[in-house]
């Protein structure tokens, strides 16, 4: 693999190596989801993927648990899958495969890892979108940090490198597997990009959110038992905001004038039948 070492292994007290940015990135994903009003788990390599549609593995490094195996079954039998770069690169034991990487998921992703990129703090990249991308994303983005560059073999590039030695080479990319569909991103890439990239592929895969409609600072989560689905509005934010609810259902908890103050919760129960 190829890195610019200027400071890119260098390691903070917390023993966290800087410049993979590994926490930023899962954030980008995290906070996406989050704002798209979904339900979301933090789970483990052990715990069972079979009730999710939707699984995102950001710069999952080490693989461990058979997760590569939970992974292959996951979108053969029609999950949707987000990879990123610096994935399945070890196992458990920190020894790096040798057959290839992301390991075990060559021909679920459709594609091989052949080196990174590790760019200084004041270098940048573009991604940029290929013509008719089934995404129909049409913008280009910046992104920095880390950049992997991969031989594709199966999978469609969706978007490409805008510059440097690279330049025109995949940058994200998808793979149909089974009944299901593997999407890998190649390049720690802005915010900007994981909220249209996110939307994009909501809207394709017909993954619905909680509620329809969220404003900025409201965040939405939802419990089920036998009879009900409960909704969780709570407002984050410094104002008050107004909200629209689904018309069938009521308010067991909080305003029920369609407007949630600052810093207050609204508790709101459907029937799922």
């Known amino acids: 693999m190829t890195w610019k070492t200027d400071g890119l292994w ?10 993979l940015f590994y926490h930023e ?10 704002k798209a009003a979904l339900n979301i788990d933090i789970i483990n390599m052990e715990q069972s993927l079979d009730s999710y549609k939707l699984v995102v593995a950001p710069m999952l490094y080490i693989f461990r648990a058979g997760i590569e195996i939970k ?19 070890v196992n458990e034991t920190d020894l790096c495969y040798l057959e290839g990487t992301p390991h075990g998921l060559l021909d679920v992703l459709g594609l091989r890892s052949k080196e990174i990129d590790g760019l200084y ?28 560059l991969i031989q594709l073999d199966g999978a469609t590039p969706l978007m490409n490198y805008g510059k440097d030695f690279y330049q025109g080479t995949p940058a994200l990319t998808v793979n149909q597997y089974g009944k299901g569909y593997a999407y ?4 720690d890439a802005e915010e900007l990009f994981y909220h249209d990239f996110y939307a994009k592929i909501l809207a394709k895969h017909h993954i619905h959110s909680i509620l329809n409609t969220i404003p900025d600072g409201i965040e939405v989560t939802s419990r089920t038992d036998d009879e009900y689905e409960y909704i969780f509005i709570q407002n984050f934010s410094y ?3 107004d909200i629209v609810l689904p018309k069938k259902g009521d308010i067991i908890y909080g305003n029920k004038n369609g407007n949630i103050r600052q810093y207050e919760t609204i508790v709101f129960r459907k029937k799922l039948f």
């Open 184 to 187: 890998y991103i190649c390049a």
């Open 121 to 148: 703090e004041w270098e940048e990249n573009l991604l940029i979108p290929v013509t008719e991308n089934s995404l129909q994303l049409n913008t280009s983005y910046k992104c920095k940090n880390l950049c992997d």
């Open 71 to 89: 992974l292959r079954t996951f979108v053969e039998n029609g999950g949707i899958l987000i990879m990123t770069y610096w994935s399945g690169i």
């Open 10 to 19: 260098k390691t903070r007290k917390d023993h966290e190596i800087e410049g």
């Open 25 to 34: 990135s899962v954030l980008k994903s995290y906070q996406t989801l989050r």
């Open 239 to 241: 104002r008050n905001i």
